[in-house]
């Protein structure tokens, strides 16, 4: 019987594989840290409810900028799509979506924005533990993915830093360690 993972391009299995090493490595991470510190007493504030409904915002922001990123995927549109499927071809005409994807193209940096803003937001009114490694961990992706994605949109930045910035940027793993982080820590607390 043939390994599944053989049977994919190799920029998807690199993806599948970089997925289930970072779930099993913070799975390991989430239960040493269960066993070492003790429960996070729970503080209902006024600011600490406000930061959970902005906490939600914020993840519905990163499931639209994310969504984005599966549809050119599944159409074969755009770097990543041609880097993880390079053979891949849309079962359906993706021109048929051009005025979706050119919409979302235009509108990504305004919601990674306010992505970046509500999840910083988020984080300063509930305040989460931080010897939590999670929690640190998910501040700097999302931080660095703001940071490069203004140096990529910001008309000053010079040609060498938005090079940088896009290949930076630009990448699936952050998004998978941002997602998988954030819900394992979000278990923790809860």
């Known amino acids: 019987m043939d390994n599944p993972l053989q049977l994919m391009p190799k920029g998807l299995r690199k993806v599948v594989v970089f997925t289930l090493a970072t779930t099993v490595l913070s799975l ?5 840290a269960r066993s070492v510190y003790p429960p996070t007493p729970e503080h209902e504030t006024f600011l600490s409810e406000i930061g959970e409904g902005i906490g939600e915002i914020g993840l519905w922001l990163l499931l639209f900028i994310y969504a984005r990123t599966l549809i050119k995927l599944v159409l074969g549109k755009g770097a990543l799509s041609k880097r993880i499927l390079p053979d891949f071809e849309a079962p359906i005409d993706a021109d048929l979506f051009k005025n979706l994807i050119r919409w979302l193209d235009r509108t990504h940096v305004y919601f990674g924005i306010a992505a970046v803003a509500m999840i910083v937001l988020h984080i300063a009114l509930m305040g989460l533990p931080m010897h939590i490694l999670f929690f640190p961990a998910v501040l700097i992706l999302v931080i660095w993915q703001g940071l490069f994605g203004l140096f990529m949109s910001w008309k000053y930045s010079p040609k060498e830093l938005r090079k940088f910035s896009y290949l930076v ?14 819900y394992l ?5 809860d």
Request: glycine letters at 16%; charged letters at 0%; proline letters at 0%.
């Open 185 to 189: 820590g979000h278990l923790f607390i």
């Open 169 to 182: 940027h630009a990448q699936l793993f952050t998004g998978i360690m941002i997602g998988i982080f954030s």
């Open 28 to 32: 390991g991470y989430y239960l040493y």
